[in-house]
């Protein structure tokens, strides 16, 4: 059986408390975490293999945030 390999942007969020969480925004509901970014990372992708296995095999398709999404730093004034 030929594999696939596809690409996914993943968001890491760096926790109060210690460690990191992560999800894929193009995989709603795919979410992880992990004490260190090392862990955070192969549990994020263990987590998007899990979730597409029980994908239909049709839709699946590559990410597409990484061509269309970025981070800005915006400073706001409160009251």
Request: glycine fraction near 8%; aromatic fraction near 8%; charged fraction near 35%.
């Given at each position: 059986?030929?594999?696939?390999?596809?690409?996914?942007?993943?968001?890491?969020?760096?926790?109060?408390?210690?460690?990191?969480?992560?999800?894929?925004?193009?995989?709603?509901?795919?979410?992880?975490?992990?004490?260190?970014?090392?862990?955070?990372?192969?549990?994020?992708?263990?987590?998007?293999?899990?979730y597409?296995?029980?994908?239909d095999?049709?839709?699946?398709?590559?990410?597409?945030?990484?061509?269309?999404?970025?981070?800005?730093?915006?400073?706001?004034?409160?009251?």
């Amino acid at each position: 059986m030929k594999k696939k390999i596809l690409h996914y942007d993943a968001v890491f969020e760096k926790e109060s408390d210690g460690g990191y969480s992560v999800w894929v925004p193009d995989l709603p509901g795919c979410a992880s975490q992990g004490d260190t970014l090392e862990e955070a990372i192969g549990n994020i992708k263990e987590a998007a293999e899990l979730y597409l296995e029980d994908a239909d095999e049709e839709k699946i398709e590559e990410g597409k945030t990484h061509k269309d999404r970025f981070i800005v730093p915006v400073r706001v004034t409160t009251q």
